[in-house]
């Protein structure tokens, strides 16, 4: 019985283009199968010689210099490069700064506050509980009034929903474009269009997308977005994030916490605060340029292999993963909690059972490591440029003996 779907590991492995780019990344001792790439990624080989260059010919040369020389051109830098090959973006509106959960503060308090008129928030209640915390302390402060879309969690939100509850007192809507439960891939497109219809700003969190998912900002016609840098992108335990601003709305869009780096001229240190031109009003402080050393390096090997083949290769890597949870785990219990459609599936898939979660510690404990998400979901992550069918197929079947 099993040895249809190993056959089907080997020969897809055999297929897969994107196959050689396992070998870039470094290995990590005693693990079997590394399932949960969407919520960090491997390091790059690659990556500890650039950090090893960067301290000692950048840091450890340049010294205060590199400022001028170069650093302080890194979040923009950096964030076009990311715009162009993962969101879609034009550049001059991405930058790379601070963390998501900073950066949802900075970019929804700026959009409510452009909103004056308008009282309300729409959220989800699937969200991630980032998001919706920063939200709430948002409205705490503003006075404003959130509006919560009850979420499907074995799907997400849908235009349907949105078009419910927007109206002439909506200021923002904030939704994932991935959902970090089930992984369903929202409309982004119809949604924002709903928004605009309303004469609300749309604003995306793009951190289970960016590097795994397609992204068209630019022409979603999307307003303002986020994401993290350390999922799909490899940048590493808390590397720094982004945010996306539409050139359109840059000068009317003001971010609460002005810093000297979002200043028109940080190094005059005058007096009073004047926002610079364009994206950088974004910055507050000094930009975590040794933290986006290793985020260049998985750029890189992102415009390498193109998110186009990247997604293809994920569309086979969840799809194999339904295929072993019918087969093998459906017997048992196990009930599938993420989109079977792939155009409107992401780059994970979630298993459920009562229970699950006790099955977490010895499956990691045997080198397997999917995630957990209350209450009983395994979350199965599938970062393509790092996994390999026959390590999904080797997770998969430990957690088959363990359930
Ligand atoms: C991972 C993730 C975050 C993380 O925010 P941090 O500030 O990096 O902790 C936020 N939103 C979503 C949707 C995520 O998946």
Known sequence: MT???????????????LAGYRDRFLPAPGVQAYLDGNSLGKPLA????????FIRAEWGTRLIRGWDEAWLEWPGRIGDRLGSLALGAAPGQTVVADSTTVLIYKLARAAVDARPG???????????PTDRYVLEGIAAERGLTLRWIETDPLTGVHPAQVADVVGPQTALVLFSHVAYRSGWIADVPAITRIAHEAGALAMWDVCHSAGSVPIELDAWEVDLAVGCSYKYLNGGPGAPAFAYLRSGLQDELRQPIRGWMGHRAAFEMGHGHEYAPGIRALLSGTPPILAMVPLEA?????????????????TLLTGYVLDIADEWLAPL????ASPRDP????????????GFGDLLQPLWDDGVIPD?????????????????????HQGLSRLRDLA
Do not use: Q, W
């Not at 155009?343 to 009562?354: E, F, K, N, Q, Y």
């Open 3 to 17: 040895d249809d779907l190993a056959a089907r590991a080997v020969a897809l492995d055999a297929a897969d283009p």
């Open 46 to 53: 690659e990556t500890a010689a650039r950090m090893d260059r």
């Open 118 to 128: 308008r009282r309300e928030v729409v959220l989800d209640t699937d969200n991630f």
């Open 298 to 314: 998985g750029l890189d090997l992102l415009a390498e292999a193109g998110v186009e083949a990247v997604r293809a290769k994920s």
């Open 333 to 336: 219990g196990v009930t599938v």
């Open 343 to 354: 155009a409107r599936r992401g780059g994970h898939v979630t298993l459920s059972r009562p």
């Open 372 to 392: 957990y998400r209350r209450p009983d979901g395994l979350r199965i992550g599938l970062a393509p440029l790092s996994t390999s069918f026959a390590e999904v």
